[in-house]
């Protein structure tokens, strides 16, 4: 039998697809009697759609060029 | 130019006055190592007894086997270099780009395609090499005096390529680009267990009457069997002993036990039992505990080494299995730690040479001479590091590199094109800093810092990885340098394995069904940035560069320098932390977002 601490170590392997199929069995067998675990699961897959969704960090091409231009022109002044 | 200061060793340095007559130029591997002579020395005396002197092989044979191991490894200083000795030896440039392209349909003989496929399976993934090859080749008409100088070639591209690597060397000739497309090498043919070796005929010989064998019994007190095997060859034997006596037993640069250290270190991260066992032996018998040598063999970070010799331990396994991540950088941080550049030469050398003794040992068969007290059982899941992208390519699986006519075209000078470079990457690199740094003003401030270090090294980057990867591994760099400069407690190398166990979820409510309709897109960004800016760093910038920058796990753990493992305990343990941060936000009665 599995707990619900091997479920959590797979829990990543388990949503990206990665566990041999009787492992998978296994955590399937775990999740269809453990409330919590089934929790888990269902929010980190949320957790991962509302991260991958949000854009986070990202900025717009504009915020970039000036960084560009510093960088170009240090370059040609070492080379001159 | 190389990584060491090259000094004048005058017109009558007899290894360079034989290159000169041998190739009509000295190459830049030799010619970086001028601070040791005496490794010039012992390298020259293994080239010429393995390579230059005809016996059994002819010589264009053994260079096919370097070019298209060279190509496997991705090292574009040996491939060129190779090629330039195909052509000298008269091989038509039209015949050279099919051995290129595909070694296999080059119209080689059958025998000939055999001879390479089984010398790119022991170059590559020599843990998986077993008796079958070897028999099967001697089937094809090989005699054991060619399979043995096949053997030995192949060890001696695995030395050079590693060498080259080291020492920073830089291509005499037009580089040869190393086509995206390249040879499949190896008979898909499981291992046989328990086929030990040793594989090919031998001599018995008496230590008494054989010189080369009582140098072993003087300086080890006994012949070691990899040696035993190749009986047939004692003017290789005795440059093998000459090259051991000198990287090796000699210790006034870095001392025996160091060197001992690397080959233990190496060894085991080749899965070479052989080595592990007979090297832990001779630990012990210079006053290492067995289980010390255990720890330094499953893993140097947690053995009892000074912290010097825990840096260098780190520099010769990233320079012997991934050596495409491998720079100028490495060099300076061993600087760091105090090491002069004599010391530093001498741990590219016996890597070198811990990668010549693997790869002979797993051709040959060799027996261990003592119990191993640890078999390395070649798991192809397990091996994943030896052969996976980031250093022994696949090289069919490879996708072209989109940056590499860019690329190209900045490193022959065409300054302007750099910018487009910056204007691809420029998203990718931010997030990795804010990642590492956790501090968005900080990581633009980085950006440049980065990509001036992209510019500056641009000659240094090998192409054995995606321009991408490397670009972020450098982003990485400098960003836990920054890291370090503030003193900050945070680092992304601390044992994740020990805070892995036992992470139990708090927030156990249930999320709502559509949680993202609980609020605005700018609310959820908002908390996104706040939860994963207060991760701690080794799991931020896993986070973000699985998850936001969508990174593969393979270019991940590649850029970060970690194991596949190691990155998806981290991702793991840092996508539960963001779950437990949003919990609160999303289950079913929260309403709304505060930040």
Same mark, same amino acid.
């Given at each position: 039998?599995?707990?619900?601490?091997?479920?959590?170590?797979?829990?990543?392997?388990?949503?990206?697809?990665?566990?041999?199929?009787?492992?998978?069995?296994?955590?399937?067998?775990?999740?269809?009697?453990?409330?919590?675990?089934?929790?888990?699961?269902?929010?980190?897959?949320?957790?991962?759609?509302?991260?991958?969704?949000?854009?986070?960090?990202?900025?717009?091409?504009?915020?970039?060029?000036?960084?560009?231009?510093?960088?170009?022109?240090?370059?040609?002044?070492?080379?001159? | 130019?190389?990584?060491?200061?090259?000094?004048?060793?005058?017109?009558?340095?007899?290894?360079?006055?034989?290159?000169?007559?041998?190739?009509?130029?000295?190459?830049?591997?030799?010619?970086?190592?001028?601070?040791?002579?005496?490794?010039?020395?012992?390298?020259?005396?293994?080239?010429?007894?393995?390579?230059? &002197?005809?016996?059994?092989?002819?010589?264009?044979?053994?260079?096919?086997?370097?070019?298209?191991?060279?190509?496997?490894?991705?090292?574009?200083?040996?491939?060129?270099?190779?090629?330039?000795?195909?052509?000298?030896?008269?091989?038509?440039?039209?015949?050279?780009?099919?051995?290129?392209?595909?070694?296999?349909?080059?119209?080689?003989?059958?025998?000939?395609?055999?001879?390479?496929?089984?010398?790119?399976?022991?170059?590559?993934?020599?843990?998986?090499?077993?008796?079958?090859?070897?028999?099967?080749?001697?089937?094809?008409?090989?005699?054991?005096?060619?399979?043995?100088?096949?053997?030995?070639?192949?060890?001696?591209?695995?030395?050079?390529?590693?060498?080259?690597?080291?020492?920073?060397?830089?291509?005499?000739?037009?580089?040869?680009?190393?086509?995206?497309?390249?040879?499949?090498?190896?008979?898909?043919?499981?291992?046989?267990?328990?086929?030990?070796?040793?594989?090919?005929?031998?001599?018995?010989?008496?230590?008494?009457?054989?010189?080369?064998?009582?140098?072993?019994?003087?300086?080890?007190?006994?012949?070691?069997?990899?040696?035993?095997?190749?009986?047939?060859?004692?003017?290789?034997?005795?440059?093998?002993?000459?090259?051991?006596?000198?990287?090796?037993?000699?210790?006034?640069?870095?001392?025996?036990?160091? &060197?001992?250290?690397?080959?233990?270190?190496?060894?085991?991260?080749?899965?070479?039992?052989?080595?592990?066992?007979?090297?832990?032996?001779?630990?012990?018998?210079?006053?290492?505990?067995?289980?010390?040598?255990?720890?330094?063999?499953?893993?140097?970070?947690?053995?009892?080494?000074?912290?010097?010799?825990?840096?260098?331990?780190?520099?010769?396994?990233?320079?012997?299995?991934?050596?495409?991540?491998?720079?100028?950088?490495?060099?300076?941080?061993?600087?760091?730690?105090?090491?002069?550049?004599?010391?530093?030469?001498?741990?590219?050398?016996?890597?070198?040479?811990?990668?010549?003794?693997?790869?002979?040992?797993?051709?040959?068969?060799?027996?261990?001479?003592?119990?191993?007290?640890?078999?390395?059982?070649?798991?192809?899941?397990?091996?994943?590091?030896?052969?996976?992208?980031?250093?022994?390519?696949?090289?069919?699986?490879?996708?072209?590199?989109?940056?590499?006519?860019?690329?190209?075209?900045?490193?022959?000078?065409?300054?302007?094109?750099?910018?487009?470079?910056?204007?691809?990457?420029?998203?990718?690199?931010?997030?990795?800093?804010?990642?590492?740094?956790?501090?968005?003003?900080?990581?633009?401030?980085?950006?440049?810092?980065?990509?001036?270090?992209?510019?500056?090294?641009?000659?240094?980057?090998?192409?054995?990885? &995606?321009?991408?990867?490397?670009?972020?591994?450098?982003?990485?760099?400098?960003?836990?340098?920054?890291?370090?400069?503030?003193?900050?407690?945070?680092?992304?190398?601390?044992?994740?394995?020990?805070?892995?166990?036992?992470?139990?979820?708090?927030?156990?409510?249930?999320?709502?069904?559509?949680?993202?309709?609980?609020?605005?897109?700018?609310?959820?960004?908002?908390?996104?940035?706040?939860?994963?800016?207060?991760?701690?760093?080794?799991?931020?910038?896993?986070?973000?560069?699985?998850?936001?920058?969508?990174?593969?796990?393979?270019?991940?753990?590649?850029?970060?320098?970690?194991?596949?493992?190691?990155?998806?305990?981290?991702?793991?343990?840092?996508?539960?932390?963001?779950?437990?941060?949003?919990?609160?936000?999303?289950?079913?009665?929260?309403?709304?977002?505060?930040?």
């Amino acid at each position: 039998m599995i707990s619900c601490t091997d479920f959590m170590a797979e829990i990543a392997n388990y949503l990206d697809g990665e566990v041999a199929a009787d492992v998978r069995s296994q955590l399937e067998n775990h999740l269809s009697h453990c409330k919590t675990c089934q929790v888990v699961l269902d929010s980190t897959r949320k957790t991962l759609k509302i991260v991958t969704d949000s854009g986070s960090f990202d900025l717009p091409e504009a915020a970039f060029k000036p960084i560009a231009e510093r960088i170009m022109a240090r370059i040609r002044s070492a080379r001159r | 130019m190389g990584y060491f200061r090259e000094e004048e060793l005058g017109s009558s340095f007899p290894p360079f006055v034989a290159f000169l007559d041998e190739f009509g130029f000295v190459p830049h591997v030799f010619r970086a190592q001028t601070i040791l002579p005496r490794l010039i020395e012992a390298e020259a005396a293994l080239l010429s007894t393995i390579v230059l &002197k005809e016996q059994a092989l002819p010589r264009i044979q053994k260079e096919y086997i370097s070019l298209t191991l060279a190509q496997a490894n991705r090292n574009t200083y040996c491939v060129t270099a190779h090629h330039q000795m195909l052509r000298l030896l008269g091989v038509p440039e039209q015949q050279l780009d099919r051995i290129f392209g595909d070694y296999a349909q080059a119209g080689l003989s059958p025998a000939d395609t055999d001879l390479l496929s089984f010398t790119l399976k022991l170059g590559t993934i020599g843990p998986f090499v077993s008796r079958d090859d070897v028999t099967g080749a001697l089937a094809h008409g090989w005699t054991d005096e060619s399979m043995l100088e096949a053997i030995l070639t192949t060890a001696l591209t695995n030395f050079l390529c590693t060498l080259s690597t080291g020492v920073g060397a830089a291509p005499e000739f037009t580089p040869r680009q190393i086509p995206a497309i390249g040879p499949s090498p190896f008979f898909a043919k499981p291992s046989s267990e328990g086929s030990s070796g040793p594989y090919l005929r031998a001599i018995e010989r008496n230590p008494a009457d054989f010189p080369p064998f009582a140098f072993f019994v003087d300086e080890f007190g006994f012949v070691p069997n990899i040696f035993r095997a190749q009986t047939l060859r004692p003017d290789i034997l005795e440059a093998e002993a000459s090259a051991i006596s000198t990287v090796l037993l000699t210790g006034d640069v870095l001392t025996r036990l160091q &060197k001992e250290y690397i080959l233990l270190a190496v060894s085991a991260a080749n899965l070479n039992t052989y080595s592990v066992a007979v090297h832990g032996e001779m630990l012990r018998t210079l006053g290492v505990a067995a289980e010390d040598s255990d720890q330094i063999a499953a893993d140097h970070h947690q053995a009892r080494l000074a912290e010097a010799d825990q840096a260098l331990l780190d520099f010769a396994l990233k320079l012997a299995v991934q050596p495409s991540m491998f720079s100028r950088s490495d060099i300076e941080a061993l600087r760091s730690h105090g090491f002069i550049e004599e010391q530093i030469l001498e741990a590219v050398a016996m890597t070198s040479l811990t990668n010549f003794l693997n790869t002979l040992q797993m051709g040959l068969g060799a027996t261990p001479d003592f119990a191993p007290r640890r078999v390395f059982r070649p798991d192809p899941a397990k091996i994943a590091h030896l052969s996976a992208p980031a250093h022994r390519p696949s090289l069919a699986e490879r996708p072209v590199d989109p940056d590499a006519e860019i690329v190209a075209r900045v490193r022959n000078g065409d300054l302007d094109v750099f910018e487009e470079l910056i204007n691809r990457h420029s998203r990718r690199v931010y997030r990795t800093l804010v990642g590492i740094l956790g501090n968005e003003d900080e990581a633009r401030d980085a950006m440049q810092d980065t990509f001036l270090k992209v510019f500056q090294h641009l000659g240094d980057f090998q192409q054995r990885s &995606k321009f991408s990867t490397w670009l972020v591994s450098i982003a990485g760099n400098t960003g836990l340098q920054r890291l370090r400069e503030r003193r900050h407690l945070e680092s992304l190398d601390d044992d994740v394995s020990a805070s892995e166990e036992g992470f139990r979820p708090r927030e156990v409510r249930a999320w709502a069904d559509d949680p993202e309709e609980l609020c605005s897109k700018a609310e959820i960004r908002a908390l996104v940035e706040k939860t994963v800016m207060k991760l701690p760093a080794k799991y931020r910038v896993v986070v973000v560069l699985r998850d936001l920058e969508q990174l593969s796990i393979e270019d991940t753990a590649e850029a970060l320098g970690l194991g596949i493992p190691a990155l998806k305990a981290r991702h793991l343990r840092g996508r539960l932390m963001v779950r437990e941060a949003l919990s609160p936000h999303f289950t079913g009665g929260a309403q709304g977002v505060t930040v």
